[in-house]
């Protein structure tokens, strides 16, 4: 098992900045693919962020292209996402997610909250 914790969200306003952190601990050589997902209130989760954890290929949604940037420290079995210029609509839960081998649904981390005022 794959054992992940979030940490860095809170409020701040428009144009603000936020950095999330993701610790993962466990069967860490496991982990193939890491990501971030966005989940507003009453709508279903949305991935924002991906990363091959063997590799340096990453993904963005475009509603955050430009303004995020995902990263990962292997030697510390850490993740983070980087959000600048941040909107009201960023506003939500923000999930880390972990795809591994043998797995089919990965893990999942207990989320950390990003609430952007206007």
């Known amino acids: 098992q794959v054992q992940l914790v979030e940490s860095g969200g809170g409020l701040v306003q428009t144009g603000g900045s936020l950095r999330l952190s993701c610790a993962a601990s466990?069967?860490?050589?496991?982990?193939?693919?890491i990501r971030w997902f966005r989940q507003a209130p009453g709508k279903e989760r949305v991935l924002v962020a991906a990363?091959?954890?063997?590799?340096?290929?990453?993904y963005l949604d475009d509603s955050v292209k430009g303004r995020f940037t995902i990263s990962k420290d292997n030697t510390k079995n850490t993740a983070a996402l980087q959000m600048n210029r941040l909107k009201p609509e960023d506003t939500g839960t923000y999930f880390c997610?972990?795809?591994?081998?043998?797995?089919?649904?990965?893990?999942w981390g207990q989320g950390t909250q990003v609430t952007v005022s206007s």
């Open positions: 997610h972990a795809l591994t081998e043998g797995t089919r649904s990965g893990y």
């Open positions: 466990g069967l860490t050589s496991t982990i193939r693919n």
């Open positions: 990363m091959r954890w063997g590799g340096s290929e990453t």
